[in-house]
C-alpha cells in the first residue's frame, strides 16, 4: 500500500497489463509513468525514479479483520476476492514476509513462521517482533520499543506475552489487550507478503531466515 501523491501531486494508478520479472507493473493516468508495484517506484516516464510513500498494511482475513475492527467498510473485489483465502497459502514455503526499509533487507519465511510464529529480532540495531497468526495466515512485524522500554515477547495460545510483564498482546494487530501496556499498541513495521522467488528478484541482497529451497 502506498501514499499516491508524490510531490504534493494526486496521480491515479491503473494496472497495464505489462509484467517485469513476472510481477504486476502499474501506470499513472497524468503522466502515463510505469510504476513497480512491489518497489514502489516508476520505472520510465516523466516521474522515472520517483518512490511513493510505503503504509503500513496488513493481509488477513475479512473475518479476522472485522473482529478487531468492526466499523470497517470494504471494497469488494469479487473476481479476485476467491484467489486469496487461507488455500492460497497451502504452499507456505513460497512466500515470506519481507522487509525492504532496512540494510540489507531481510525476509522471514512461512515455513518458518508457522513452526515460529513470534520471533524477536534485532534489524538495523532496531528491536523488531515477527508475529504470524496460523487462523488467518497473517504475518506482520512490529517494533518492540514501547514507552522506551524494549520488550521481548514469547508465544501464547491467545496471543503472545512480553516476558517483561506478561501483559498480552494480539498477534494481527498489534495492541495489548491485557496487562501493564494494556490499550497500547506495536508500531507497525513497513513488512509486506510476497512470494519468495519475487522477492529475491527484486532484493537479491536479502538476508532470508527459515530459507527453504522448494517451490
Given at each position: 500500500?502506498?501514499?499516491r501523491?508524490p510531490?504534493?501531486?494526486?496521480?491515479?494508478?491503473?494496472?497495464?497489463?505489462?509484467?517485469?520479472?513476472?510481477?504486476?507493473?502499474?501506470?499513472?493516468?497524468?503522466?502515463?509513468?510505469?510504476?513497480?508495484?512491489?518497489?514502489g517506484?516508476?520505472?520510465?516516464?516523466?516521474?522515472?525514479?520517483?518512490?511513493?510513500?510505503?503504509?503500513?498494511?496488513?493481509?488477513?482475513?475479512?473475518?479476522?479483520?472485522?473482529?478487531r475492527?468492526?466499523?470497517?467498510?470494504?471494497?469488494?473485489?469479487?473476481?479476485?476476492?476467491?484467489?486469496?483465502?487461507?488455500?492460497?497459502?497451502?504452499?507456505?514455503?513460497?512466500?515470506?514476509?519481507?522487509?525492504?526499509?532496512?540494510?540489507?533487507?531481510?525476509?522471514?519465511?512461512?515455513?518458518?513462521?508457522?513452526?515460529?510464529?513470534?520471533?524477536?529480532?534485532?534489524?538495523?540495531?532496531?528491536?523488531?517482533?515477527?508475529?504470524?497468526?496460523?487462523?488467518?495466515?497473517?504475518?506482520?512485524?512490529?517494533?518492540?520499543?514501547?514507552?522506551g522500554?524494549?520488550?521481548?515477547?514469547?508465544?501464547?495460545?491467545?496471543?503472545?506475552?512480553?516476558?517483561?510483564?506478561?501483559?498480552?498482546?494480539?498477534?494481527?494487530?498489534?495492541?495489548?489487550?491485557?496487562?501493564?501496556?494494556?490499550?497500547?499498541?506495536?508500531?507497525?513495521?513497513?513488512?509486506?507478503?510476497?512470494?519468495?522467488?519475487?522477492?529475491?528478484?527484486?532484493?537479491?541482497?536479502?538476508?532470508?531466515?527459515?530459507?527453504?529451497?522448494?517451490?
Amino acid at each position: 500500500m502506498y501514499a499516491r501523491n508524490p510531490n504534493r501531486r494526486d496521480l491515479t494508478f491503473g494496472v497495464s497489463g505489462m509484467l517485469w520479472n513476472r510481477s504486476l507493473v502499474m501506470y499513472d493516468a497524468e503522466t502515463m509513468s510505469h510504476w513497480s508495484h512491489l518497489l514502489g517506484e516508476a520505472m520510465d516516464g516523466p516521474l522515472r525514479e520517483t518512490k511513493l510513500e510505503q503504509i503500513p498494511s496488513v493481509m488477513t482475513t475479512w473475518e479476522s479483520w472485522r473482529q478487531r475492527h468492526p466499523e470497517t467498510t470494504v471494497l469488494w473485489l469479487p473476481r479476485s476476492s476467491r484467489d486469496y483465502r487461507r488455500g492460497f497459502y497451502r504452499e507456505p514455503q513460497r512466500f515470506v514476509l519481507g522487509l525492504a526499509d532496512v540494510n540489507p533487507p531481510r525476509a522471514w519465511h512461512f515455513e518458518q513462521l508457522m513452526t515460529e510464529p513470534i520471533l524477536n529480532e534485532e534489524v538495523d540495531e532496531q528491536p523488531i517482533v515477527v508475529t504470524f497468526d496460523p487462523d488467518s495466515v497473517t504475518a506482520r512485524a512490529f517494533s518492540r520499543t514501547v514507552r522506551g522500554d524494549t520488550l521481548d515477547f514469547e508465544r501464547d495460545a491467545r496471543g503472545f506475552l512480553d516476558r517483561q510483564t506478561r501483559s498480552l498482546w494480539d498477534r494481527i494487530s498489534g495492541k495489548c489487550v491485557e496487562g501493564h501496556y494494556e490499550g497500547e499498541v506495536l508500531e507497525p513495521r513497513l513488512a509486506i507478503v510476497s512470494f519468495r522467488k519475487t522477492w529475491l528478484t527484486f532484493h537479491p541482497e536479502t538476508r532470508l531466515t527459515g530459507h527453504n529451497e522448494q517451490d
